[in-house]
């Protein structure tokens, strides 16, 4: 499996960004799939995720109402629209990827990563 994250950038408050995740061989019948972010000195976070299947999705109570996730199923590309940007949205963002659908919002159930891309909002 690969998974590759691009599209982070700065951006000031009250801005936008979107990211993008090209995903590639992801054979499961089931996965989850999408973002997370870790600010420095801090552990990782899910940011917004969704199952395959049944397009069940996540979102971090933080983003909520100003984070969209999407994907676009011929190019195999997970994004991640992010609006009103905030400055505690700064950190380095990780597309991940797992066949556990379950808790997907938990980072440490994740087995594939892509690099990271930063995400800097200035206030």
């Known amino acids: 499996v690969q998974l590759q994250a691009s599209g982070g950038g700065l951006a000031q408050a009250g801005g936008s960004l979107r990211l993008s995740c090209a995903a590639s061989g992801l054979t499961e019948d089931d996965y989850a799939i999408g973002w997370f972010r870790q600010a420095p000195g801090k552990e990782r976070e899910g940011v917004s995720c969704?199952?395959?299947?049944?397009?069940?999705?996540y979102y971090a109570d933080s983003v909520k109402g100003r984070f969209t996730i999407s994907r676009d199923n011929v190019e195999n590309t997970v994004y991640l629209q992010m609006n009103n940007l905030k400055p505690g949205d700064t950190a380095v963002y990780y597309c991940?990827?797992?066949?556990?659908?379950?808790?997907?919002?938990?980072?440490?159930?994740?087995?594939?990563w892509g690099q990271g891309t930063q995400v800097t909002v200035s206030s």
């Open positions: 991940g990827a797992t066949d556990y659908i379950n808790a997907i919002y938990d980072p440490r159930l994740y087995k594939y």
């Open positions: 969704f199952t395959n299947r049944d397009g069940r999705k």
